[in-house]
């Protein structure tokens, strides 16, 4: 039978059968195929995603890194993209430099050096991404903009590839240049030329994490920046690309993407975009923002990541939908496969990609997510309406004598709301090659030779719980395995463990704010230091710390309860702040920035020597102690009602904290 009258025979049959929607899809490699995979990532970072999964208890800390990284069992994702670290505010907080000062290094700050190598320790061959978000204030000599001193910037960014290798084993495949932000050409040449000194040629460049123009634009001009940017870099794209970009004949990445609160509707964007990207657009990796949401829930886009891993003080984790749905994808390709060129839309709405490895393995991803199912926050994708549906696929060229296919299904079943995420069915016997799919509304199937895909799964994790009502750190810790107190969410600034050998006792290990000058920030940081913590419900609670200042004269450190505001708003913080400044006053006002005072007046607080603060709030009222003694009492704050306490300075100065011990009603 040629190919003509079968489809008529198929047509005759569905309309006899009443499968009026029956569609008949071809995939056959003869014809050449499509791109190489570059596989399917999580980005830690931008900023401080991560934050809090570093302080969960063992096992649940490593079940977590197990969903999002063991082969053949979860997520099993392709690559890491991480945060750069750059001391400044990148969207949920700061990650530390390696590099805070121009004559310091350290490649034990933050947790990305940690998660690193538990990925590789899962995944040996998962692909490593850096990228900046942000710069210390040195690397721009004090202006917002790091390309002044392209040299000193290009030496920076290597050296911390350079540092991975040297403390950590850590090969970084990929660097970006600047997160949604600015490139500079002569920069990105430098970076390459960089690389190549200190013997990185494998290190490949990203560029430029941000929209497709106008990098693209550049590399079509200009031979030399095209010879050192291997990889366009377009962040939510909406699954399409630009011609300019296609006759760069780069590989076109969604470097960026997803972004959307992970219920299950999220899991349903995550679906459509991992083959749109594709189909639409001709990229080959694709990137969610963000890793695992392991940040205080009430900083900016809280939940966006593949699962959520909010709570190390219960151990409570949540495995959600895009875990699963990226399962459909990585637990049945790896990087280096390459797509077919028979990938596209189906007739009644919803799409399919086909993959193989080259040597006979084939994986067909097919999504048939409703719209109104799978809304991307960023940027919305465009309205198609879908029926269920009877699709017909035939297997040529390579795949024609393929006999038997597992099948994975995920559904998410919004009329009932008991949806079901990869499940794995009886595997499906061929017919000359052809199986058929009944596809409903908001569907993802997998269809695939490959046999060892897996749903992981660990007992229930402990139920959740809110931050303890009663909490101390007296940061205590000789040997920290992070550079962080735990639970503390640096939002402008950056508080790392500090020991003073000289110290007689008791504040030889303390908690010090180690930025000195204001860094080159990706949002508007605070011109003051702040790390909150706690529990954001908060209304009525006493914070204390010992405060240690390092500025004479102009030095100033504060506690505070019922802090609003995070992340890019930091800079309208408000809550009650109670400072105590080194030339001898102290003030209570409304606002981090200082300008709705509610009390002031002296303290008798200098710099060099240890205060006790505590701060009592109470329905409208507040009162601060200094060592113990009432300095002020009843002040009259109106709102916020309630947020996180919070600890910091007065501008970027260095100074210290101890004993920190909060109580909530
Ligand atoms: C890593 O890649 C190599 C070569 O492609 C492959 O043989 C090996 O199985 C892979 N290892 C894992 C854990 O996926
Ligand atoms: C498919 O991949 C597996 C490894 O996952 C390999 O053993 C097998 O030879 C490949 N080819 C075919 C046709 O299944
Ligand atoms: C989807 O359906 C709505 C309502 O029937 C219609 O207005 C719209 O044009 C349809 N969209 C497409 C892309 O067909
Ligand atoms: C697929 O469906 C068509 C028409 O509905 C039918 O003729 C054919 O036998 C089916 N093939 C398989 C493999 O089930
Ligand atoms: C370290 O402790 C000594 C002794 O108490 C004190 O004089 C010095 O200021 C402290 N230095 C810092 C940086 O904390």
Redesign the pocket.
């Known amino acids: 039978m040629n190919r003509r009258p079968a489809l008529i025979?198929?047509r005759l049959?569905?309309l006899v059968?009443g499968?009026c929607t029956?569609e008949r899809y071809v995939l056959d490699d003869k014809t050449g195929l499509g791109r190489v995979f570059d596989g399917v990532g999580g980005l830690s970072g931008g900023g401080a995603t991560s934050r809090l999964l570093v302080n969960y208890a063992e096992p649940y800390r490593s079940q977590v890194l197990d969903y999002l990284f063991k082969p053949n069992f979860g997520a099993s994702l392709h690559i890491l993209k991480v945060e750069i670290g750059g001391d400044a505010q990148t969207t949920d907080g700061t990650e530390p430099s390696h590099m805070h000062y121009e004559n310091d290094e350290n490649f034990f700050r933050g947790y990305e050096w940690w998660l690193m190598k538990e990925a590789k320790k899962r995944n040996p061959n998962i692909t490593l991404i850096g990228l900046p978000w942000a710069f210390p204030g040195w690397v721009g000599h004090g202006k917002n903009w790091p390309y002044d001193f392209p040299d000193i910037t290009a030496s920076y960014v290597v050296s911390w590839i350079i540092g991975a290798k040297q403390y950590h084993d850590l090969d970084i495949n990929y660097v970006g240049i600047w997160n949604e932000r600015n490139f500079d050409s002569k920069y990105i040449k430098l970076l390459r030329y960089t690389l190549d000194k200190s013997g990185l040629e494998r290190v490949r460049i990203v560029a430029s994490d941000n929209l497709w123009e106008p990098i693209t634009w550049s590399l079509l001009q200009d031979q030399e920046l095209s010879r050192a940017v291997d990889v366009i870099g377009a962040h939510y794209p909406g699954t399409t690309t630009v011609m300019a970009a296609l006759k760069t004949q780069k590989k076109l990445w969604s470097s960026e993407d997803y972004s959307t609160f992970n219920d299950e509707v999220g899991g349903g964007c995550w679906a459509r975009i991992l083959n749109q990207n594709y189909i639409n657009g001709l990229m080959t990796s694709t990137i969610s923002w963000n890793l695992v949401a392991s940040y205080y829930e009430k900083l900016p886009f809280g939940r966006d990541g593949l699962m959520t891993a909010e709570e190390p003080w219960s151990g409570n984790y949540v495995v959600e939908s895009p875990i699963w749905i990226t399962a459909h994808t990585t637990q049945f390709t790896q990087p280096g496969w390459t797509y077919l060129q028979t990938v596209g839309h189906l007739a009644h709405g919803g799409s399919y990609v086909a993959l193989t490895d080259g040597k006979g393995n084939l994986t067909v991803v097919v999504e048939t997510m409703t719209h109104d199912h799978s809304v991307c926050i960023r940027p919305p994708l465009p309205p198609y309406n879908l029926t269920s549906q009877?699709a017909?696929f035939q297997l040529k060229g390579s795949f024609a004598s393929i006999g038997e296919l597992q099948v994975w299904r995920s559904r998410f079943n919004f009329k009932t709301k008991k949806p079901t995420f990869f499940e794995q069915l009886t595997p499906?016997?061929?017919?000359d090659g052809?199986?058929?799919l009944s596809l409903g509304e908001d569907e993802v199937y997998t269809l695939t030779t490959i046999t060892t895909g897996l749903k992981g799964s660990y007992a229930a994790p402990p139920p959740s719980a809110r931050f303890p009502k009663v909490y101390k750190d007296d940061f205590n810790v000789a040997n920290p395995h992070f550079s962080e107190a735990p639970n503390f969410a640096d939002q402008t600034g950056v508080f790392e463990y500090y020991m003073n050998l000289t110290d007689p006792g008791p504040h030889v290990f303390t908690l010090r704010q180690v930025l000195t000058q204001r860094p080159v920030t990706w949002v508007a940081d605070a011109d003051q230091t702040i790390s909150v913590i706690g529990d954001y419900k908060w209304d009525n609670l006493k914070v204390s710390c010992d405060v240690f200042m390092e500025t004479v004269k102009t030095g100033g450190v504060y506690i505070a309860a019922r802090v609003d505001k995070g992340g890019q708003s930091v800079r309208s913080a408000r809550g009650v702040f109670y400072w105590v400044f080194a030339d001898g006053t102290y003030k209570v006002t409304n606002d981090i920035a200082g300008q709705t005072v509610l009390a002031e007046g002296q303290s008798g607080t200098r710099a060099y020597g240890w205060h006790t603060l505590s701060l009592t709030v109470k329905g409208q009222y507040a009162s601060g102690l200094l060592n113990g003694y009432p300095l002020w009492k009843d002040v009259v704050v109106i709102g916020p009602k309630n947020g996180w306490a919070a600890i910091g300075t007065h501008s970027f100065e260095l100074a210290q904290f101890d004993n920190f011990a909060v109580a909530a009603e």
């Open positions: 025979f198929v049959l569905c059968w499968f029956c009877s017909v499906l016997k061929l017919l052809t199986f058929n």
